[in-house]
């Protein structure tokens, strides 16, 4: 039984270039959370998604981060032109539904923009 | 002032201790209320899943809410070494949109010493 699937688990960027970061949710699972967490800080939303569609992006940076859950494939979140400050952990969380709060995590990607 | 305030630690205890993690927030529209647990370099792994204000017990772990207080706890007994990571607390509000964003606090590590 398959849990939440992140790839890659680490990444690193020069200033500039673009990094894509994956999620498959959980088997039976088609609501997808991506979630931020800087050190020394909680982790704090970003984007809530259903198959090929944006529900809530209130906590995405306004410029330069994207994110898409294609009816195929796994959630990606892009981020064009990484910046140091973007150097972090990207968790991906899973649910059955948008009202179960029962949100599975995957094991994250650090991200290391040089 | 944080939506969500939670001690960092460490929080270091002898193997066999009772251990109490607490969170207080300020949004009174939180109804859910959960524990992570995250090792290091890992992702977060739910241990406990509460609505409302009470009490909820799964095997070593006891899980309390006091909405009038504001104040949410995490009991370990007979803590062991494996316990040794940060826990963190979340939690989310209404319903009614269909979807809450889970709002984390920062973590308490805690160390179980043998």
């Known amino acids: 039984n398959a849990g939440v699937m992140q790839n890659p688990r680490h990444l690193v960027r020069r200033r500039g270039q673009e990094a894509r970061l994956r999620c498959s949710p959980m088997k039976g699972h088609s609501h997808v959370y991506w979630y931020r967490q800087l050190p020394e800080e909680g982790l704090k939303f970003m984007v809530y998604l259903q198959k090929e569609n944006i529900i809530d992006e209130s906590g995405m940076p306004k410029e330069r981060f994207s994110a898409e859950f294609p009816k195929e494939g796994p959630s990606i979140l892009r981020i064009q032109q990484v910046v140091r400050g973007d150097s972090a952990a990207y968790f991906c969380?899973?649910?059955?539904?948008?009202?179960?709060?029962?949100?599975?995590f995957g094991p994250g990607t650090r991200l290391t923009v040089t | 002032q944080k939506e969500v305030e939670q001690d960092p630690g460490p929080l270091s205890v002898p193997e066999g201790a009772i251990v109490s993690l607490n969170c207080t927030y300020s949004?009174?529209?939180?109804?859910?209320f959960m524990w992570y647990r995250q090792y290091s370099r890992k992702g977060p792994e739910l241990l406990m899943y509460t609505y409302s204000s009470g009490n909820k017990e799964d095997g070593r772990f006891t899980a309390q809410v006091d909405k009038s207080s504001k104040y949410i706890s995490l009991f370990i007994r007979d803590s062991q070494p494996s316990d040794s990571a940060t826990y963190l607390c979340a939690m989310s509000g209404a319903m009614n949109t269909g979807f809450q964003k889970l709002v984390f606090g920062t973590g308490t590590r805690l160390l179980v010493s043998p």
């Open positions: 969380a899973s649910s059955s539904s948008g009202g179960d709060n029962e949100q599975y």
């Open positions: 949004n009174s529209a939180f109804q859910y």
